[in-house]
């Protein structure tokens, strides 16, 4: 990625467990307003307003994970699904 920034893991629970890399979806300040967009923020635990944006999917070690930063509510986690199935062409 272009510098350090949040992001949402992907990856399946045994894939942390098992695997080197993980799937990520980083976190930008850039709103753009597009339906593959997921609002975050200090709820989430972040310090500040950001969004996922889940047409920008990104391989990462997983040794290159900071530290966690918060998580998401149901809710976030349904609008999460919707933004993902909309940027992979899954609904």
């Known amino acids: 990625m272009d510098k350090q920034r949040p992001v949402l893991l992907l990856s399946r629970q ?3 467990e ?3 890399m ?3 979806a980083p976190a930008t300040t850039v709103v753009r307003g597009f339906s593959l967009e997921v609002k975050i923020g200090r709820r989430e635990g972040l ?3 950001c969004v996922i944006n ?3 999917l990104v391989t990462i070690a997983k040794a290159d994970l ?3 930063a918060g ?3 149901a809710l976030k986690l349904r609008r999460l699904e919707d933004a993902l199935r909309f940027a992979l062409g899954l609904d």
Request: hydrophobic share 45%.
């Open 66 to 68: 900071i530290e966690r």
């Open 14 to 16: 045994e894939a942390y």
């Open 54 to 56: 889940c047409d920008w």
């Open 71 to 73: 998580s998401l509510s």
């Open 18 to 20: 098992m695997r080197a």
């Open 22 to 24: 993980v799937i990520v």
């Open 47 to 49: 310090p500040r307003d």
